[in-house]
């Protein structure tokens, strides 16, 4: 059968600097890992296209590129996004604190229903900070999808990158 509809889905990725948003991306448009990413000054994008059931889904999945030192986005960065990936790193507690406030951030521009999942990344490290049943609590007292990720070893990235596409396309 093919896919009949065709739906562009614009997807952002935000979390504290260094937890590993450029490689998760990386991972999932290129299955790379690089390890070293320059932070350049602007936001960079990436484009996949997946079948999602009867549907071609092209994603383009906007980086910070490096602004999420400042912490308060340039809302252009947020507009017409259809649905964003919270980012930490297991081994970094304040990394998922952070969480808190760009949670926040999002949701002071956008509508309650916005689509958002949850990655903690780094899981193939072993000084694990952040333990799965916290960030698991967190994630289901806001009743948003938790995965344990890691961008290096390639585990559960996909995964996680098919649920915020299936959200966001089923607001369509
Ligand atoms: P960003 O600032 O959030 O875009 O983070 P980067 O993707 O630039 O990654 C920051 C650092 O973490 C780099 O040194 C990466 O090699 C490393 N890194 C990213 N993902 C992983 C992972 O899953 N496991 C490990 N061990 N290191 C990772
Ligand atoms: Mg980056």
């Known amino acids: 059968m093919n896919p009949q509809k065709k739906v ?3 997807l952002i ?6 937890v590993g948003k450029t490689s998760l991306l990386h ?3 290129h299955k790379t890992f690089y390890g070293e ?9 990436l484009s996949k296209v997946i079948i999602l059931d009867d549907t071609t889904l092209k994603l383009q999945i906007w980086d910070t590129g490096g602004q999420e030192r400042f912490r308060s986005m340039v809302s252009t960065f947020y ?5 964003c990936i919270l980012a930490f790193d297991v081994t970094d507690l304040e990394s998922f604190e952070a969480l808190d406030v760009w949670r926040g951030d999002i949701l002071a521009k956008m509508e309650q229903s916005y689509p958002m999942v949850v990655l903690g990344n780094k899981i193939d490290l072993e000084d694990r900070k952040v333990p799965p049943e916290m960030a698991q609590g967190w994630c289901e007292e806001k009743d948003i999808s938790y995965f344990e990720v890691s961008a290096k070893n390639d585990i ?5 990158f098919e649920v915020l596409a299936r959200q966001a ?3 369509y």
């Open 27 to 29: 991972q999932y448009v």
């Open 156 to 160: 559960n990235v996909a995964q996680a």
């Open 8 to 10: 562009d889905l614009k």
């Open 79 to 83: 507009k017409g996004s259809d649905g």
């Open 169 to 171: 396309l089923s607001r």
């Open 13 to 18: 990725i935000v979390g504290e600097l260094g």
């Open 37 to 45: 990413y320059q932070t350049t000054l602007g936001a960079s994008i």
